[in-house]
C-alpha cells in the first residue's frame, strides 16, 4: 500500500531537548516535504527536498533541521525545540505526474513543547 | 508573493450543493488544488486543476477556475455528512515548487 509514514504521531517534550520526527515514504518519490498546521494559520511549509542530498527553506524554517540521505526518508529536526514549535506536523511526499502534483500526505505529529 | 484566500466556514444540510471559494493573488499559478481533510486526519487530495483548463469535473465534485478573477471555487452536489471536513485550496507554480496552502474552510453538514 502507497503510504507516508510518520513517528511518533504524538510526542510531548521540554524546551531545549532535541527530538526527530521521522517520515518514510514508499512510493520511490523524489519530492519530500513538511508542513507545520496552526489553527488560523492553514499549512505552512518549513522544508522541502527534491532529491537526495537536496533540500531547501520553506515559508517558516527556523529552528528547524532536515535531511535526505536517503530517497524514502526525510527527518525532521529540531535541535532545541520552543513552545511557539507546538504545532501539528505533516510530511508529504510526491512526484510530478505531468498533469500536477499528487501529494501524499503522512497522519501527522502532534508535538507539545512545554 | 502568494497568497491565498478562503472562507473559514460554510454549513449547508444534507442533500444540498456546497460551494467553498477561494482566491489568489499570483497569476503564475500552474496548478490549483482542493484537498480534503477529515478530523484527526492528514491531508487527501481531492482534485486539482490546470491553470488553462476552466472547469473540472469528476463525480459530485466540480471545479472552476476563473482565472481572470483569480478565483477557483469547489462544488460539492449532493453533500452527505461524510463530507464535513476541512477543505484547502492549494496552488503551485510548477511541478515541484511549494505549494502555498489556504487557511481551510470548514464544511458542516447537517442532517
Known amino acids: 500500500e502507497a503510504q507516508v509514514t510518520q513517528n511518533p504521531r504524538y510526542l510531548i517534550t521540554v524546551t531545549g531537548k532535541k527530538l526527530t520526527v521521522t517520515c518514510s515514504q514508499n512510493?520511490?518519490?523524489?519530492?519530500m516535504s513538511w508542513y507545520r498546521q496552526d489553527p488560523g494559520l492553514g499549512l505552512r511549509q518549513i522544508y522541502y527536498s527534491m532529491n537526495v542530498e537536496v533540500t531547501d527553506k520553506g515559508d517558516v524554517p527556523e529552528g528547524y533541521k532536515v535531511s535526505r540521505k536517503e530517497k524514502r526518508n526525510f527527518p525532521l529536526i529540531l535541535e532545541s525545540p520552543s513552545p511557539n514549535q507546538t504545532s501539528l506536523y505533516f510530511c508529504a511526499s510526491s512526484t510530478n505526474l505531468g498533469q500536477g502534483i499528487t501529494q501524499y500526505f503522512g497522519p501527522g505529529t502532534r508535538l507539545l513543547v512545554l | 508573493g502568494e497568497d491565498v484566500e478562503q472562507s473559514l466556514f460554510l454549513s449547508v444540510r444534507e442533500g444540498d450543493s456546497s460551494v467553498i471559494n477561494c482566491t489568489y493573488t499570483d497569476s503564475s499559478s500552474t496548478y490549483l488544488y482542493w484537498y480534503k481533510q477529515e478530523p484527526g486526519a492528514g491531508l487527501q487530495l481531492l482534485t486539482y486543476i490546470f491553470s488553462n483548463m476552466d472547469m473540472k469535473q469528476d463525480q459530485r465534485l466540480t471545479v472552476l477556475l476563473n482565472k481572470k478573477d483569480k478565483h477557483l471555487s469547489l462544488r460539492i452536489a449532493d453533500t452527505q455528512t461524510g463530507d464535513s471536513a476541512i477543505y484547502f485550496c492549494?496552488?503551485?507554480?510548477?511541478?515541484?515548487?511549494?505549494?502555498?496552502f489556504g487557511k481551510g474552510t470548514m464544511l458542516l453538514v447537517s442532517p
Open positions: 492549494a496552488e503551485t507554480l510548477s511541478g515541484y515548487s511549494t505549494l502555498t
Open positions: 512510493m520511490n518519490h523524489e519530492y
